[in-house]
T-cell receptor, first 112, second 111 residues
C-alpha cells in the first residue's frame, strides 16, 4: 500500500518570507502526485499536479513543487508568502487503482 | 458553472438517528468518493463508486451506506451504527485525468 508523509504538521512563517512544505511518498510504481489546499470550513482545491514530463510544476498563484524520484519527494515551495496563503495543505499520491492516498496535512500559518 | 454541490453545509442530529448527506456533480465524471475529515487529521475514504449502480467500501465504511442510482448523485447515509459520526464530510469526483474535485463539505454534529 502507498503512504504519504507530510513531515511538518504546522509551519509558521512571516509574510513575504519563503516557505517549503515537505512531502514524501512510498511507491514502487509510477506515481501521479498532487497538492491540494483547504481553507477553513471549505473543501479541498487542487493546487498543482505532477503526471509526467517536467519534474517542476507550477500553480497560478506562485506555488511550485518538484518531483524527485530518487528521494521520493514532492515538496511544495513558494518564494514569498502572503497572509491569504494561510490554509491547510495536503499532499496526495494516486495509486494504480486511481485512488488517492493523502498525507496528514500541513497547516501553513502566515504572520504579518 | 460545473462543479460539485453538497448540502446542507451544517447538519445537526440526535444520537440514534440516521442522516443522509447529499452530493451532486455536473462534471460528467464517472467516479465519485466520500471522505471523512476529523480535526487535525487527513482524509479517510469511506466509500467510492467508479460507475453507476456499483460502489466499493473504503477504509472506514462501517456505519455508513451509499447508493449510486444516477451518474450525478452519490448520497451518503450515516447510520446509527456509526460510533463517532461527528465530522466534516467531503464528496469528490474524478474524470479521465485522475485529479479529484471536491465539494464544499458538510459538517455533521451528532449529540
Amino acid at each position: 500500500a502507498q503512504s504519504v508523509t507530510q513531515l511538518d504538521s504546522q509551519v509558521p512563517v512571516f509574510e513575504e518570507a519563503p516557505v517549503e512544505l515537505r512531502c514524501n511518498y512510498s511507491s514502487s510504481v509510477s506515481v501521479y502526485l498532487f497538492w491540494y489546499v483547504q481553507y477553513p470550513n471549505q473543501g479541498l482545491q487542487l493546487l498543482l499536479k505532477y503526471l509526467s514530463g517536467s519534474t517542476l510544476v507550477e500553480s497560478i498563484n506562485g506555488f511550485e513543487a518538484e518531483f524527485n524520484k530518487s528521494q521520493t519527494s514532492f515538496h511544495l515551495r513558494k518564494p514569498s508568502v502572503h497572509i491569504s496563503d494561510t490554509a491547510e495543505y495536503f499532499c496526495a499520491v494516486l495509486d494504480a487503482g486511481n485512488m488517492l492516498t493523502f498525507g496528514g496535512g500541513t497547516r501553513l500559518m502566515v504572520k504579518p | 458553472d460545473g462543479g460539485i454541490t453538497q448540502s446542507p453545509k451544517y447538519l445537526f442530529r440526535k444520537e440514534g438517528q440516521n442522516v443522509t448527506l447529499s452530493c451532486e456533480q455536473n462534471l460528467n465524471h464517472d467516479a465519485m468518493y466520500w471522505y471523512r475529515q476529523d480535526p487535525g487529521q487527513g482524509l479517510r475514504l469511506i466509500y467510492y463508486s467508479q460507475i453507476v449502480n456499483d460502489f466499493q467500501k473504503g477504509d472506514i465504511a462501517e456505519g455508513y451506506s451509499v447508493s449510486r442510482e444516477k451518474k450525478e448523485s452519490f448520497p451518503l447515509t450515516v447510520t446509527s451504527a456509526q460510533k463517532n459520526p461527528t465530522a466534516f464530510y467531503l464528496c469528490a469526483s474524478s474524470g479521465r485525468y485522475y485529479e479529484q474535485y471536491f465539494g464544499p463539505g458538510t459538517r455533521l454534529t451528532v449529540t
